[in-house]
T-cell receptor
Framework: DVKVTQSSRYLVKRTGEKVFLECVQD?????MFWYRQDPGLGLRLIYF???????EKGDIPEGYSVSREKKERFSLILESASTNQTSMYLC????????????FGPGTRLTVT | AQKVTQAQTEISVVEKEDVTLDCVYE???????LFWYKQPPSGELVFLIR??????QNEISGRYSWNFQKSTSSFNFTITASQVVDSAVYFC?????????????FGKGTMLLVSP
């Protein structure tokens, strides 16, 4: 079974804090993705990575950065958290070809106060 | 730009009713892939089905069936004899080539509530 794990299910941070969200997959997938999910807006792609140390901006990269130092791990970084970054964050991974489905982690519900 | 529209925001049915979730997509690609995912209350998205643009055969898996029609750019999902455990948010998604790599464009989802 494919396993995508995220470091926390729930996280509460203060405005201005630096926040790290970690994601690990165990299926040797080339691609990894970070989404945020908000009511009425569906899933929006923040960043994705197609290889170690490689990254591409998604639809809403502002205020975020990412790091992929190892193939199995993809980190999302909020340099200075703001209240409008309160959201559900979902990590996913897949093989490289477009025909392959993405496998999702359980999500991290981040609240910034 | 590619687009996926799920016009139904929320659907409520009573157990044992059949229900169809609509998905309409837009793309200029001739080769593309469509997906359906289920997100139960626990939050984790679960892959249900993949369909490529060259395969218009309908698919049935137990109580689930999918109808893909290129002529209307639709990929609808039907649950037969719905059960309470089917209550979830369902997302339709379209693969997209972005910077030479594949990403998914998701619809906004349809929340299905099945009551006993």
């Amino acid at each position: 079974d494919v396993k995508v794990t995220q470091s926390s299910r729930y996280l509460v941070k203060r405005t201005g804090e630096k926040v790290f969200l970690e994601c690990v997959q165990d299926m040797d997938h080339e691609n990894m993705f970070w989404y945020r999910q908000d009511p009425g807006l569906g899933l929006r792609l923040i960043y994705f990575s197609y290889d170690v140390k490689m990254k591409e901006k998604g639809d809403i990269p502002e205020g975020y950065s990412v790091s992929r130092e190892k193939k199995e791990r993809f980190s999302l970084i909020l340099e200075s958290a703001s209240t409008n970054q309160t959201s559900m964050y979902l990590c996913a991974s897949s093989f490289g070809q477009p025909s392959y489905e993405q496998y999702f982690g359980p999500g991290t519900r981040l609240t910034v106060t | 730009a590619q687009k996926v529209t799920q016009a139904q925001t929320e659907i409520s049915v009573v157990e044992k009713e059949d229900v169809t979730l609509d998905c309409v997509y837009e793309t200029r690609d001739t080769t593309y892939y469509l997906f359906w995912y289920k997100q139960p209350p626990s939050g984790e998205l679960v892959f249900l089905i993949r369909r490529n643009s060259f395969d218009e055969q309908n698919e049935i898996s137990g109580r689930y069936s999918w109808n893909f029609q290129k002529s209307t750019s639709s990929f609808n999902f039907t649950i037969t004899a719905s059960q309470v455990v089917d209550s979830a948010v369902y997302f339709c998604a379209l693969s997209e080539a972005r910077s030479g790599y594949s990403t998914l464009t998701f619809g906004k989802g349809t929340m299905l509530l099945v009551s006993p």
